[in-house]
């Protein structure tokens, strides 16, 4: 019963901005470790950041600076605020509560001129 699902994702441009949503059920985004990786087809999973249940949050030096994680408990959600991106970005975005190791079905994020 604990399931995240993950929207937002579209085609932007190179510099541009995109939040990504994590909306969770079964369980408060709030009480556990929550995480965010991409993957590019072909490619292992990498992880991108994570928010601890005290707040402290970790960032991949890839995007480190560019991208903010973030949650709102009332709202049950968790968010991945991306900015000044590049074309490297591009895959597959995927929420992960940690605790019970559970994934999302992922959201394309396109950046591309």
């Known amino acids: 019963q604990v399931q995240v699902a993950e929207s937002g994702g579209a085609l932007v441009q190179p510099g541009g901005s995109l939040t990504l949503t994590c909306a969770g059920t079964g369980f408060n985004v709030g009480d556990v470790i929550m995480t965010w990786h991409r993957q590019v087809t072909g490619k292992a999973r990498e992880w991108v950041a994570t928010?601890?249940?005290?707040?402290?949050?970790f960032y991949a030096d890839s995007v480190k600076g560019r991208f903010t994680v973030s949650r709102d408990e009332g709202k049950n959600r968790l968010y991945l605020q991306m900015d000044s991106l590049e074309v490297e970005d591009t895959a597959v975005y995927y929420c992960?509560?940690?605790?019970?190791?559970?994934w999302g079905q992922g959201t394309q994020v396109t950046v591309s001129s």
């Open positions: 928010l601890a249940p005290g707040g402290a949050t």
């Open positions: 992960q509560q940690f605790d019970s190791q559970t």
